[in-house]
């Protein structure tokens, strides 16, 4: 499915090359999951739509961005991407920002194997939530080795608000573990943390009814707080 996805969107990219390369002096990507691709906005869901917040940052900065984020991608399958495939290397190469969203599958994925928010236990999740927090680091500093340029990473937000606490405990560790790996990486690299997850808190209306991902109004949340870092 993955692969398919991926070759949806070279397909996408030669198609309709206006949408991905309209703006020649400053370049964005996006790498990720279905966030940053802006899943169920469309119901084909073929390509990353418009809508989606790359995009949105793209058309208000002016500047050409490349969408290469696939739905149900995970923090170790966007890490070996980013070493490995020369698609991706190619798309992040002297990229001026790039923009990264990951880690909600590796989180919802602990989530199914325990039968869900009432079976999940801290103890379960603590070593999935370790191996992410190494795969973004690991990952930010891949990137760093080929740009120069700004890297935005997200933090995550509650997919799940009317569970109310149930995510509350390995949300705010996840979070905690983003915002003090920011710190650290900020003294060699030119690394920035997004607070999806304070943005959307008390805001169900930004998620999809019976879904997880992002209506269109909280895409445009998500571009929002980038804009700031994005000149």
Known sequence: MKKILLMAIILALIIYPIQAFAYKEKRLVAIGDSIPYGYNLTKENISPPKES?????????????????????????????????????????????????????????????????DGMKMEEAAPVIRDLVYNVYSTILEIDQMTDGKILVYNIYNPYPAAGDKLSTPLSYINQQYSSLIKLLKH?????????????????????EGDVHPTKEGQEVLAKIALKHIK
């Open 188 to 208: 060699f690299t030119s690394v920035h943390l997004l607070n999806a997850y304070k943005a959307y808190n008390g805001h169900p209306e930004y998620i999809i």
């Open 53 to 117: 917040f790359p995009y949105l940052i793209g058309n208000k900065r002016k500047i050409e961005v490349t969408n290469m984020s696939i739905p149900g991608l995970t923090s170790g399958e966007l890490l070996k991407a980013v070493k490995t495939n020369d698609l991706f290397r190619e798309a992040l190469n002297d990229a001026n920002y790039v923009v990264v969203y990951i880690g909600g599958n590796d989180l919802l994925n602990v989530v199914k194997k325990n039968g869900g928010l």
